[in-house]
C-alpha cells in the first residue's frame, strides 16, 4: 500500500506538489444514487416539482461544485477543468426497492494532478440538489453508493472499480 501523500515526513498536512508531474489529459467519472419515494420520482419525471426542473438544476449544481472543489476540499489543487458532464438515469421501484436516481460525473482536463475528487463532488452535490428540490414531498430520500468508478491518465495509469 502506498503511503498517504498529503502528509510530509513529520506527519503535517500539506499540499502535495505537483509541479514536476507531466501534464496528461485526465478522466474521473463518479456516480452514487438516491433512494426516494416512487411518487417522488413521478414528480421528478412529470416536471412538476414546485422548485422547478430538479434534474436541470441538479446538472447544473454538480457542474458548478466541480468547478469549485479546491474551495470545499483543503488540499486539493485548483485546476483548469475542459470537461464536467452530469448524466441522470432514473429507476424505478422493483419489489422492496426504492425508486432512486443514480447520478454519474465525468470530468476531464490536461494537466499534472487528477480530477477524481473533482468527479466526486460533482455527483454528490448533484444528489444533494435533488434532495433540496424534493424534500418538501419526501424527507426519507437517502444518498448511497458514491464512488469512483475509473479514472485515467497521469503516473498511476488507469483505475476501473470492481
Not at 14 to 24: E, N, S
Not at 73 to 78: A, E, T, V
Request: proline share 2%; glycine share 10%.
Amino acid at each position: 500500500m502506498n503511503a498517504l501523500t498529503h502528509f510530509d515526513a513529520h506527519g503535517q498536512a500539506h499540499m502535495v506538489d505537483v509541479a514536476a508531474k507531466a501534464a496528461t489529459h485526465r478522466i474521473g467519472i463518479a456516480g452514487g444514487r438516491i433512494e426516494m419515494l416512487p411518487g417522488t420520482l413521478a414528480i421528478i419525471e412529470a416536471g412538476s416539482a414546485k422548485k422547478g426542473d430538479v434534474l436541470g438544476i441538479a446538472r447544473i449544481a454538480g457542474i458548478m461544485a466541480a468547478k469549485k472543489t479546491s474551495e470545499l476540499i483543503p488540499l486539493c489543487h485548483p485546476l483548469a477543468l475542459t470537461r464536467v458532464a452530469i448524466d441522470f438515469e432514473a429507476v424505478q421501484a422493483e419489489g422492496t426497492r426504492a425508486s432512486s436516481i443514480y447520478c454519474t460525473a465525468t470530468v476531464e482536463t490536461v494537466g499534472t494532478t487528477g480530477v477524481e475528487m473533482e468527479a466526486l463532488t460533482a455527483v454528490q452535490v448533484a444528489l444533494l440538489t435533488i434532495y433540496d428540490m424534493c424534500k418538501a414531498v419526501d424527507r426519507g430520500m437517502t444518498m448511497t453508493d458514491v464512488k469512483l468508478l475509473e479514472k485515467h491518465g497521469g503516473k498511476s495509469g488507469s483505475f476501473v472499480a470492481a
